[in-house]
């Protein structure tokens, strides 16, 4: 395969390229759902190909195809440098990429036990006891397990010499119960919504989630939902589990801190940032327990990984340091504008798209507030937050709705009674600034994103999070419609 | 068309594939894809990509139990690869008899053109430049900055299964979108959207985005709270696009996670809604992902729901017709609704102004999301071009204001429908919907951009 790099590196020379670089990738999964003690879906999938990106004059190409014979490869250099050329036609001022010097290295996600080597009987055991347990408990109206392995296989060829081979794996189980009665449906879900939880490594991290040992407990609370009273309306303290601090850090501070929104790049389709190139090192964004970086050198995270899809070395940078804007996550073409280096986070989902600037494990620090049980004990009144359940926010990461699978009230340190269709809204830095109290190291996880869209066409991929359970003063919850 | 195979056609593959499953019940899918796309930002390109891409996906019953593989490698080596993946996943599955049901010939046959323009799938990266030139003129014009993407998209879907069933078809797609954006908080949008290449007339997009932008400028704010709305189209047409994800299946009836109940009045009785593959006006699409003709299914007609989509497994359950809505299965969403249609009314967009003392005049929503799906209640943001209107004019325009809303309840108030629709995409699902503009009289916002931002 990098015989064939080469080569394509060479033809987009030879037709006129100024840089180019190519990315081979294979991305093997495989899929498992069981679905009201039937198994749903078992299924595998390979995908692979090379995607050549180049620069002629100053503009951008890119082309990708699945076939990868000698003389398509050729081709496909030609027809990046074409499009480049017409690029050309309306591309103002020339792409400049930093000097991140050309590496050649490669890397391999440790993990104790692959993924593809477990028999799927085995596999299918652990959803079908997960399926027992939540089927133990009456007025379930659906149960669902889900289990997601994937292996990628990349490497990356530049014409400045850079040769990087990577093979990343990625673990994620999770299950779900639904509960509907009275016109309403209710849903609960471990260790997280949206498929559970997702690693960067091997099949241990499904086996330690215990899926079976919380399919009991889930049920129970989603029927017990059903009955539960409407959470209040108003201005109160809340204090959030980690997985939903995890998915506010995602789309409050994660996306605003990407460089090519700020400069305008997605203002067409994600959207632009609040967090303008004024705001570095100058805006408060939150209050001075909040401390939040960026660090694709996390073990075990989704965005983890030893070097970007532009071949820059993986990196951990602060993003937030009490409570101070101090950085991007940024690219070679978008770090030199604000005279800084790429710190390495630019994806690609596949062979078949261009890298964009996608977050890494971008992570609330654990703070000193204990466990959850501390910090609840320490709240006299207050709303506790689980799940997530649904997410809006604007254009520019300013105005924000989260919604819960669960809420408790808080009196007097102690939980008192569940409420259910919890819902919060704030204004990103108000919010963060509301920030009195985070969990310590005990309390904190590094949770797994798989759904992150951003660009055109969409790209979905998967990042990380690390989030303790975090106090917020009078926040408005219980939005009513 | 991706032409992977050297020799071969997408029937030879199907076929072959089906062959390598041996005696087991098997469909193969094709989906083959060429797709280009001309990324503008700043008035000027950034992005310019192009892609080609085919996958066969194989899905193997042996006595209850399914096993699915895929591959993009569609030489003989692959084929047999993927084949054995199949195999070896059926054979180690746990039988679900009402996962496994294939259908049958009777429900296929289609083999199609229709919705395929040989000019898009021809277009080349120049012409989109061409495009994306004539929406940044209009820009400068203005002096706005222009963002946006012009692309063009050819697509072969072809099933063939065990049972005889054996359908294709080939269509394309173009799609140009930008937002215009100015000083002092000015944001506009256009989009449009065709088979035909031709249809398109960036000029036209450029001007319409520029003029929605320039009166956007130096926006003030307005406090949430219940307000007499005119949605234009593109804040119609996501809004369905949600109520398709959320309620027109049969299968989310069945789970009680839809507002849908079929005989029931859901909308006000001006409310007609369809799906319909085959209306010429929408983007074509004349089977669904097993290969099934696809129906038109009345979903909600004069405020009463009327029908809901069907794939096998609803079809099978519930002992009624399939009506081609079908996913890629096996899968846990269930069927799904994406060729969208609105009927019009009779009002013109100033006669639906007309007669509004106080209300707000929306042209899109951003990052809509399900609040509580069994009651549609949907939440999101106003963007790019959100306006005040008194006494029947649009007197100034405001920030951005965040919805949360039961959408079947706000479509029973809906007192004006334009006489005109428009073709909207969406943005990444896949559905388009042909829709009006509407006049909803108590449409609750919850929030707002607050100035206190210093934005």
């Known amino acids: 395969m990098k015989d064939l790099i080469e080569l394509a590196l060479d033809a987009a020379e030879r037709a006129g390229a100024d840089y180019a670089d190519v990315r081979f990738v294979e991305r093997l999964t495989e899929s498992l759902n069981v679905k009201n003690g039937a198994l749903e879906a078992a299924s595998s999938g390979r995908s692979a190909g090379l995607g050549i990106r180049v620069l002629v004059n100053g503009a951008w190409g890119f082309a990708g195809d699945a076939r990868m014979e000698a ?17 050309g036609t309306a591309s103002g001022a020339p792409v400049v990429l930093d000097d991140t010097p050309p590496a050649v290295d490669s890397y391999r996600t440790p993990y104790q036990e692959d993924p593809f080597a477990v028999p799927l009987e085995e596999k299918l055991k652990v959803l079908f006891a997960a399926d027992e347990a939540m089927a133990r408990v009456p007025g379930i109206s659906m149960r669902e397990g889900t289990m997601d392995l994937a292996r990628e296989r990349k490497i990356f060829g530049s014409s400045a010499g850079a040769m990087i081979e990577q093979e990343l794996t990625e673990a994620g189980a999770g ?92 203002a067409s389709f994600a959207g632009t940032s609040f967090l303008t190139l004024d705001k570095l090192d100058q805006l408060q964004y939150g209050s001075d327990v ?60 596949g062979w078949n798209v261009i890298p964009l600037i996608r977050m890494t494990n971008v992570s609330l620090r654990p703070g000193q507030a204990g466990s959850l049980d501390d910090l609840i004990a320490d709240t006299r009144e207050g709303l506790y937050l689980a799940t997530n359940r649904s997410w809006s926010i604007d254009d520019r990461r300013l105005n924000f709705q989260f919604g819960t699978q669960m809420g408790w009230l808080i009196k007097d340190g102690r939980l008192t009674q569940m409420v259910r269709n919890p819902t919060y809204t704030g204004i990103t830095p108000r919010f963060w600034g509301s920030c009195d109290a985070i969990c310590g190291p005990e309390a904190w996880t590094l949770w797994g994103v798989p759904n992150c869209g951003k660009g055109e066409p969409m790209q979905t991929h998967r990042v990380g999070h690390g989030a303790a359970p975090a106090r917020f003063r009078n926040v408005q919850v219980g939005v009513r419609r | 068309m991706a032409e992977l195979m050297r020799d071969s056609t997408v029937d030879d593959v199907l076929q072959h594939a089906l062959e390598l499953a041996g005696s087991h019940q098997a469909e193969a899918m094709y989906v083959g894809r060429d797709a280009a796309l001309t990324r503008f930002a700043g008035s000027r390109i950034h992005q310019n990509v192009t892609e080609s891409d085919a996958t066969l996906r194989l899905r193997v019953v042996d006595g209850g139990r399914t096993g699915v593989a895929s591959t993009n490698r569609l030489d003989e080596e692959g084929l047999r690869e993927v084949a054995e993946r199949a195999v070896a996943m059926s054979a180690q599955a746990r039988a679900n008899p009402d996962g496994a049901a294939l259908p049958g010939a009777d429900l296929g046959g289609v083999d199609t053109d229709r919705g395929f323009s040989s000019a898009t799938a021809a277009a080349s990266p120049a012409q989109r430049a061409e495009g994306v030139r004539a929406v940044i003129a209009a820009g400068e014009e203005a002096v706005l900055d222009a963002s946006g993407a012009f692309s063009t998209e050819t697509a072969t879907l072809a099933v063939a299964n065990s049972e005889g069933l054996h359908s294709r078809q080939r269509t394309t797609q173009a799609k140009l979108l930008t937002v215009m954006t100015g000083p002092d908080g000015a944001s ?68 009680g996670r839809s507002f849908m109940e079929l005989g029931s009045r859901v909308m006000g009785d001006n409310v007609s809604i369809w799906d319909d593959g085959a209306d010429g006006s929408g983007i074509p699409s004349a089977i669904d992902y097993e290969g099934v003709t696809k129906q038109r299914v009345d979903l909600v007609t004069d405020g009463v729901a009327t029908g809901l989509v069907h794939d096998s497994a609803t079809a099978r359950k519930e002992g009624v017709a399939h009506t081609g809505h079908g996913l890629p299965r096996p899968n846990t969403f269930g069927p799904l609704a994406w060729n969208l249609f609105m009927a019009p009314g009779a009002s013109s967009k100033s006669d639906m102004l007309a007669g509004i003392s106080r209300g707000v005049w929306v042209t899109r929503f951003h990052y809509v999301n399900i609040v509580q799906p069994r009651q549609a209640v949907l939440t999101g943001m106003t963007k790019d071009g959100t306006f005040l209107i008194e006494n029947g004019q649009l007197v100034r325009p405001v920030r951005n ?7 079947p309840e706000a479509f029973s108030h809906i007192t004006a429908i334009s006489s005109e629709t428009r073709l909207v995409a969406a943005e990444y699902s896949g559905i388009s919907a042909r829709v009006p503009a509407v006049r909803i009289d108590g449409f609750t916002f919850t929030g707002a951009t607050a100035a206190e931002t210093g934005d």
């Open chain 1, 175 to 266: 299950i779900e119960v639904a509960a509907v009665g009275d016109g309403d449906m209710q849903q609960r879900s471990y260790p997280n919504s949206s498929g559970g939880q997702h690693v960067t490594g091997g099949f241990e991290a499904v086996r330690a989630m215990a899926l079976p040992d919380h399919g009991e407990r889930i049920a129970e609370e989603a029927v017990a939902l059903l009955s539960a009273p409407e959470c209040p309306s108003g201005e109160m303290d809340i204090i959030i589990d980690s997985s939903q601090v995890a998915l506010q850090v995602h789309e409050s501070c994660g996306h605003p801190i990407e460089l090519d929104r700020v400069l305008g790049m997605e």
């Open chain 2, 188 to 255: 506009g949008y256009a989009q449009s959207t065709s088979s035909e290449i031709g249809g398109i007339d960036p000029a036209a997009v450029g001007r319409e985005a520029a003029d929605k932008a320039v009166r956007s400028a130096e926006a003030t704010d307005l406090p949430a709270g219940t307000y007499t709305v005119i949605l234009e189209e593109y804040a119609v047409a996501t809004v369905i696009e949600y109520l398709s994800f959320s309620g027109f299946s049969a299968l989310a009836v069945a789970e």
């Open chain 1, 71 to 87: 003389d398509a490869v050729e081709r496909l250099a030609r027809d990046a440098v074409s499009i480049a050329r017409a690029s």
């Open chain 2, 401 to 407: 204001l965040r919805f949360t809303q039961a959408i």
């Open chain 1, 290 to 349: 909040v401390n939040i970086d960026a660090d694709a050198t996390a073990p075990g995270g989704l965005g983890t990984f030893a070097y970007d899809d532009e071949g820059v070395p993986a990196q951990n940078v602060p993003i937030v340091s009490s409570g101070r804007f101090v950085g991007y996550l940024t690219s070679r073409e978008t770090a030199p504008i604000i005279g800084r280096q790429s710190m390495g986070s630019s994806r690609a989902s």
